[in-house]
């Protein structure tokens, strides 16, 4: 087969989605298949050249640290990207993995030239844009009346002005839907989205994932508690919130923060005077995930947004417990987990919780009593077993 991705942002910008879209390609690739992704250029000093075979389109930054990009959904782009799949081969499926722009110019694609589409919901739209702006109901109704324009005849005739009602505009040209966790794809189905929906974790590289193992040592290394955070440095991931609970909880640990974005600043100033605190920037795949391993918890701080949440399943699989705020990822995962009360709470309440929590970590990680994440997960993890069940939903979709 030969499958076109479509998505939002470059695959080497930073992201989850991005990483199980990279992750992807590589296995489709493994067993066979031809992979071309369409998504926005970069810019900035991280910008790199296409891959062999890619889909560079035209776009402008849309972030301060020029990170992020945008594409135009229209005729030029259209244009744009038929003349640079000709030189492809034949396309048999489209597969959109994005929620905005590349959602749009990913259905435009498919119904311009009659390919089935298998879209893969990545976002909790209405949480998302309601963490960043307190004017979300009027953005909302922005982008319904921008999905409506751009996709006009595939998912315009879906009415209403929420978030629901644009993940139903973008799921009514696909021929199939699927979402990286249970908790998502039922909200997916409750709110009429698409039904059914088909769960397709995000996974880890399996070969990465054998080498960072095989490199772990045996024994936990002596010291006190190792926490990780790592992710993305912007409101919806509540690293400040994090932060402010970890100095107030005073618990003798290390932590290490991996990533960046706008609030890395803010969150400096938080932690400042605090020599136990550890700013590493972005790391390559690997060094994440070594960094995860050697870790006596990760942190995950999010809560609503995620639609996964693939830190805490890729700590699961190298053995490491989580700190979970989101208490849909908790059951999610089974086990394996110390769970933040207060989720349902004021931002106050979900700090109390948290300083409680890092406490409760701290101590069971120092008497040797942290919990254990469970096989089945790590197991079922694993990018080669998530790509056959893509591949599954790729046969029933061509029929």
Same mark, same amino acid.
């Given at each position: 087969?030969?499958?076109?991705?479509?998505?939002?942002?470059?695959?080497?910008?930073?992201?989850?989605?991005?990483?199980?879209?990279?992750?992807?390609?590589?296995?489709?690739?493994?067993?066979?298949?031809?992979?071309?992704?369409?998504?926005?250029?970069?810019?900035?000093?991280?910008?790199?050249?296409?891959?062999?075979?890619?889909?560079?389109?035209?776009?402008?930054?849309?972030? +301060? $640290?020029?990170?992020? /990009?945008?594409?135009? *959904?229209?005729? !030029?782009?259209?244009?744009? =990207?038929?003349? %640079?799949?000709? &030189?492809?081969?034949?396309?048999?499926?489209?597969?959109?993995?994005?929620?905005?722009?590349?959602?749009?110019?990913?259905?435009?694609?498919?119904?311009?030239?009659?390919?089935?589409?298998?879209?893969?919901?990545?976002?909790? +739209? $209405?949480?998302?844009? /309601?963490?960043?702006? *307190?004017?979300? !109901?009027?953005?909302?109704? =922005?982008?319904? %009346?921008?999905? &409506?324009?751009?996709?006009?005849?595939?998912?315009?005739?879906?009415?209403?002005?929420?978030?629901?009602?644009?993940?139903?505009?973008?799921?009514?040209?696909?021929?199939?839907?699927?979402?990286?966790?249970?908790?998502?794809?039922?909200?997916?189905?409750?709110?009429?989205?698409?039904?059914?929906?088909?769960?397709?974790?995000?996974?880890?590289?399996?070969?990465? &994932?054998?080498?960072?193992?095989?490199?772990?040592?045996?024994?936990?290394?002596?010291?006190?508690?190792?926490?990780?955070?790592?992710?993305?440095?912007?409101?919806?991931?509540?690293?400040?919130?994090?932060?402010?609970?970890?100095?107030?909880?005073?618990?003798?640990?290390?932590?290490?923060?991996?990533?960046?974005?706008?609030?890395?600043?803010?969150?400096?100033?938080?932690?400042?005077?605090?020599?136990?605190?550890?700013?590493?920037?972005?790391?390559?795949?690997?060094?994440?995930?070594?960094?995860?391993?050697?870790?006596?918890?990760?942190?995950?701080?999010?809560?609503?947004?995620?639609?996964?949440?693939?830190?805490?399943?890729?700590?699961?699989?190298?053995?490491?417990?989580?700190?979970?705020?989101?208490?849909?990822?908790?059951?999610?995962?089974?086990?394996?987990?110390?769970?933040?009360?207060?989720?349902?709470?004021?931002?106050?309440?979900?700090?109390?919780?948290?300083?409680?929590?890092?406490?409760?970590?701290?101590?069971?990680?120092?008497?040797?009593?942290?919990?254990?994440?469970?096989?089945?997960?790590?197991?079922?993890?694993?990018?080669?077993?998530?790509?056959?069940?893509?591949?599954?939903?790729?046969?029933?979709?061509?029929?």
């Amino acid at each position: 087969m030969h499958i076109v991705f479509f998505g939002d942002q470059h695959l080497e910008s930073l992201g989850g989605a991005q990483v199980s879209m990279r992750l992807q390609r590589e296995y489709l690739e493994r067993a066979g298949h031809t992979v071309t992704v369409v998504a926005p250029k970069m810019h900035g000093p991280r910008a790199v050249a296409p891959a062999l075979g890619d889909v560079d389109l035209p776009s402008v930054p849309i972030t +301060v $640290d020029r990170e992020y /990009a945008m594409s135009w *959904p229209g005729r !030029r782009t259209d244009r744009f =990207v038929d003349r %640079a799949l000709t &030189r492809r081969p034949p396309v048999d499926l489209v597969h959109v993995q994005a929620d905005f722009w590349g959602a749009f110019i990913g259905h435009r694609y498919a119904a311009r030239h009659g390919i089935p589409v298998v879209h893969t919901m990545h976002n909790r +739209v $209405d949480v998302g844009i /309601a963490a960043v702006t *307190p004017l979300h !109901r009027p953005a909302l109704a =922005v982008l319904n %009346a921008w999905r &409506r324009r751009a996709l006009r005849g595939i998912g315009s005739a879906v009415p209403g002005h929420d978030g629901w009602a644009f993940l139903r505009g973008l799921a009514a040209g696909a021929s199939a839907v699927t979402a990286p966790s249970t908790h998502f794809a039922r909200r997916l189905e409750e709110h009429a989205v698409f039904s059914p929906v088909d769960v397709v974790w995000n996974g880890i590289d399996d070969d990465v &994932r054998d080498a960072t193992l095989a490199d772990a040592p045996a024994v936990r290394t002596p010291g006190r508690p190792r926490f990780v955070w790592l992710g993305r440095m912007s409101p919806e991931k509540r690293l400040l919130p994090f932060l402010e609970a970890f100095v107030e909880s005073g618990v003798d640990a290390e932590l290490e923060i991996i990533g960046g974005g706008a609030q890395r600043g803010a969150a400096e100033k938080i932690v400042a005077g605090h020599g136990n605190v550890r700013f590493a920037g972005r790391l390559t795949y690997p060094q994440t995930l070594a960094r995860i391993a050697a870790a006596d918890a990760l942190v995950q701080t999010s809560i609503g947004f995620e639609t996964q949440g693939m830190t805490p399943f890729e700590a699961a699989t190298l053995g490491t417990p989580s700190v979970i705020s989101d208490p849909d990822i908790a059951a999610e995962l089974g086990g394996g987990l110390w769970a933040v009360p207060g989720a349902a709470g004021t931002e106050e309440q979900r700090k109390a919780g948290l300083v409680e929590t890092l406490r409760r970590a701290a101590s069971d990680i120092s008497a040797g009593t942290a919990p254990a994440p469970m096989r089945e997960v790590s197991e079922a993890f694993r990018q080669s077993s998530r790509t056959a069940a893509m591949i599954e939903v790729y046969g029933r979709v061509l029929g």
